[in-house]
């Protein structure tokens, strides 16, 4: 292959690439702009955070097609806040039955309600943007409701990980 024809390949592919990286320039803008809109959409059907310690905060992120919390979650939420958590539930279903936000009340700081964007990981920045943990505030917990359990005393964990003074650790 000639100089010539090589160089307009080069040239070619050189077009290509700045076409195809402003396409996807202009997908994430779309992107940002949504999850903009959606840091502000979201409903608080319930609180009582204000009153809290906060000095350890789980935002736990929750979603179901069908608007139901299942006993697995309720019995995750009781133990949570056994441990002295202020919890800030997040959900992302299309609806959550009335029946589920009294018995909810029981177990959390409040509630959020929220648009399907974005998954666990915008949920807890929902979350911690509405509820935000203040200088009082000892440890963060971010948890969703695909974990079953817990099946032993999370205080066996939390003790372990403090005995390691980690700044951050995970299941």
Known sequence: MGIIKKVNRIIRDYERSKRHARRLAQELEKERQILDREMTSFQVPWTKFDTCSKKRICYFSSFDADGIIDDYVFFHLKALKEMGMDIVF?????????????????????????????????????????????????????????????????WTVLTEMADRNLDVWGI
């Not at 700081?109 to 509405?130: M, P, Q």
């Open 90 to 154: 997040i959900s992302t279903s299309p609806f959550i039955e009335a029946r589920y936000l009294e018995i909810l009340k029981d177990h959390v700081a409040a509630i959020i309600h929220r648009n399907n964007v974005g998954l666990d990981f915008f949920s807890w920045k929902v979350g911690i943007h509405a509820f935000p943990f203040e200088k009082v505030t000892e440890q963060v917990f971010l948890v969703n409701d695909s974990v079953y359990g817990p099946l032993f005393p999370i």
